[in-house]
Structures are given as C-alpha cells and as structure tokens.
C-alpha cells in the first residue's frame, strides 16, 4: 500500500471496488485489494482516536502557548475546509447555472451528486 498513491486509498476507493462489483461477487484479487484499503482505514481511525485521546488528555492549563497554537491549527483548517466547500462545491455551481443562461427549472449541477461525478471528481482531484 506504500507504494499506492492517496486516490487510490480510503473511502472513496473503497466506495468504488465495492460499487464495481454491481452485486456480483469481487475478484479475489479485488477482494484482497479493498480488504488492505479498509485495514488502512481502520488504522487511520485508531490514529485519530489516540491522538485525539492524548489531547483529550492533556492539561491545557500548563501550557498557554500549546493552546494557541493548537487553537490557530484548528481554526484554519476549518476556515480552509468551509472555504473549499462554498466554493468549489456551493457557489461556484450555482454561480455558474445562472451565469450560462440555465431555466429556473433546471437542476444545479453540483458537484458529486452522483456516485459517478463523486467518483471522476475524486480522479481529478
């Protein structure tokens, strides 16, 4: 799995081995490859858990600066992940519906509305 790149791990790749299969059985070697994709996802969450454990933890009172610190780490990646999603994933789509002379009466095409928009988007991602 080192030698794997990202698009090809986690959940969106999961998502797609198992929805290849359209209800018949996988290959074995299918089945051997989503089986590694799900371990490395259940290690990753344990990761999460110990590490948000650990801050659970952590007397916080002792060390003013790890506050702040820790405080503008969080801060930013939620602005950098709400930013990403208005965007690219709410404005942007409709922004562009009405710009392109679109009816009223036509859905807005957002992005990953379908599994298979969810699944090229993630390619070209």
């Known amino acids: 799995m080192e030698r794997v790149g990202t698009p090809a791990k986690g959940f ?8 290849a299969a359209s209800g018949s059985a996988l290959a074995p070697a299918t089945c051997h490859y989503a089986g590694l994709v799900a371990q490395g996802i259940a290690a990753e969450a344990s990761a999460l858990k110990t590490e948000f454990a650990a801050l659970a933890q952590k007397d916080w009172s002792e060390s ?21 999603l208005r965007w ?5 789509p409709i922004q562009t519906h009405r710009t392109t002379g679109a009816s009223s ?6 992005p990953r ?13």
């Open 88 to 92: 690219t994933h709410i404005e942007k």
């Open 12 to 19: 969106p790749a999961l998502e797609q081995l198992l929805s």
């Open 64 to 84: 003013p600066e790890d506050v702040s610190s820790a405080f503008a780490e969080w801060i930013n990646q939620w602005l950098g992940g709400l930013e990403q």
């Open 113 to 125: 509305l379908t599994r298979e928009a969810n699944l090229a988007d993630w390619r070209a991602q």
């Open 105 to 110: 009466s036509e859905p807005v095409a957002f």
